[in-house]
């Protein structure tokens, strides 16, 4: 499914272009779990091998999806306020124990954990809430949301150039795709475990 996934996708990276990379990316920022990592390596690889995108071109399109989506979520949570977001928010994959722990990660950083938050899983998709409750500075909101998912496009794209150098991995080679996904998840499983999963377990 993944490959069949990847395969659509590059396709439709010749029609759609840094337009469908920015709404993937918009996507990935509100709360529908469709990994980024998913969205900017394989576009990454394409630049590289036909030169019809350029890495500069993804990293903006994909800053600028994410703080699409994030804006969203900002003044999604800023409009409804705290009661409606906890009421109703468990229907859209928001329980109450994420937007607690996405509040305690706002509360201890402020704008730099918005900036933070674009690395990580589970809180970047949730630091738009807290930080549209409390109503933060939405300039400042902006700013380091750009920032953040600048950065972290930037090493997604990386990622892409060195994985398409991959020979068997380019080819579908099931063993050498497991291989990669392993170290990615492992990866990102330490990022959470360290500067997440021990937060969010604070009472």
């Known amino acids: ?6 395969d659509w ?18 996507v990935e920022s509100s709360i529908v779990p469709l990994p980024s990592e998913l969205v900017v390596p394989p576009a990454a ?9 350029s890495l500069t071109g993804i990293v903006i399109a994909g800053a600028i999806g994410s703080w699409v989506g994030a ?11 705290r009661p409606l977001v906890l009421r109703f928010g468990r229907y859209l994959f928001v329980t109450p124990d994420k937007i607690a722990a ?9 704008p730099y954990g918005v900036f933070a938050a674009r690395l990580l899983p589970v809180i970047r998709h949730l630091i738009g809430v807290p930080a549209g409750i409390v109503r933060m500075h939405f300039g400042w909101y902006s700013l380091v949301t750009l920032i953040g998912a600048a950065f972290w496009t930037a090493v997604l794209c990386a990622v892409g150039v060195v994985a398409g150098r991959d020979a068997a991995l380019v080819a579908g080679d099931m063993h050498r795709v497991t291989l990669w996904l392993a170290g990615g998840v492992a990866v990102l499983g330490v990022l959470y475990w360290l500067l997440v999963y021990r937060f969010m377990r604070r009472r």
């Open 1 to 6: 499914m993944l490959k069949m996934f990847i």
């Open 9 to 26: 996708y590059l396709g439709a990276l010749d029609a759609g272009g840094y337009w469908l990379v920015a709404l993937l990316m918009a």
């Open 45 to 53: 690889h394409l630049a590289v091998t036909t030169g019809r995108m």
């Open 71 to 81: 804006s969203a979520m900002y003044w999604l949570a800023r409009l409804l306020g």
């Open 102 to 110: 996405a509040e305690r990660w706002s509360a201890s950083f402020g």
